[in-house]
């Protein structure tokens, strides 16, 4: 059980990972707790966004849609490996997903197949939406790559997590497919060895 970094140990923790990090508006104040609780939080999420551009990827992020308001996430990870931050709090990016996750999540045990969606997201988990179409067909640049791997690990490193902390939005919500284009299990690979 953790509770969620402050702002400035949130900005800290991305910038000494050696991260770009661009502060977008008020995003440190830029949430959604009035609809509920932010924290304890117990890992890290992984989203591809289904856009491409990466000024209107941070516009969509920071501010929602109809539907769904923003902040969509923490932090938007753009192609060339910059980190926009769009929030600090409750952020929509989770959504229900399965309580076993959550469980594995917090031991830090292989997860289970994702078969229901009972549980708030949105209250336990950092989110980091990373510019991409989803269709599998459109690159991963490795300095997107290197970022979201950056940024995942600068969080668990913060908070004494290990890589089995970081999850994608596919493995949490049933019928998600991101992100999409290299597996979550490659990804935490990349993170085990850069937290060692």
Known sequence: MAS?????AFLDALRDEGLTVVEVGDWRHHNRNHKGPWGPVHGVMIHHTATEGAARTVELC??????LPGPLCHGVITKDGTVHLVGHG???????GDDDVLRAVIAEKALPHDNEANTDGNRHFYGFECENLG???DPWPPAQLAAMEKAAA?????????ERSVIGH?????G???PRGFTMAWL?????????
């Open 176 to 178: 998600k497919v991101d």
């Open 170 to 174: 596919l493995e949490w919500q049933p």
């Open 135 to 137: 269709d599998g067909q």
């Open 188 to 196: 935490r690979e990349r993170i085990r060895d850069r937290l060692k």
């Open 62 to 67: 920071r501010k929602g849609y109809t539907g």
């Open 4 to 8: 969620p970094l402050s702002a400035s």
């Open 154 to 162: 600068a969080l668990c490193r913060r908070h004494g997590w290990t």
């Open 90 to 96: 409750r952020a929509n990016h989770a959504g229900l």
